[in-house]
């Protein structure tokens, strides 16, 4: 059974897996904006997505580029989730799976860190 909870709190859950995140990794975030949706319109189950060109892949061409985005889906998020624990559990790891690919981590390397 989905979990009910405010857009507000939900917000709130994202900012505080943003604060998960040691400080140093933080500070070498690069022009990276966080959404929340409500879902996915291609993919209604997808609980986060990060769209742009991670650091590792970066280059000079990149300067005055549009920011990247990390959107997490609230809708689908909750929809997985049966607690409002799990939610923030689930919230923390969609966050830091979708910063991880700002990094250049693949889904193959989240997986094997425990991060899926």
């Not at 580029?65 to 607690?83: F, G, H």
């Not at 919230?91 to 094997?112: N, S, Y």
């Amino acid at each position: 059974m989905a979990v009910r909870m405010s857009p507000q709190r939900f917000e709130e859950l994202v900012g505080d897996a943003l604060d998960l995140i040691p400080q140093q990794l933080a500070a070498a975030i690069d022009n990276v904006v966080i959404l929340v949706a409500d879902r996915n319109a291609e993919e209604p189950d997808l609980l986060g997505l990060y769209e742009g060109v991670a650091l590792t892949e970066r280059d000079s061409f990149y300067a005055g580029a549009l920011p990247d985005t990390i959107s997490i889906y609230r809708e689908a998020l909750l929809d997985v989730c049966d607690s409002e624990q799990q939610v923030v559990d689930e919230v923390a790891v969609t966050v830091i799976h979708e910063v991880a690919h700002h990094f250049g981590i693949d889904d193959e390397r989240l997986h094997e860190l425990g991060w899926a």
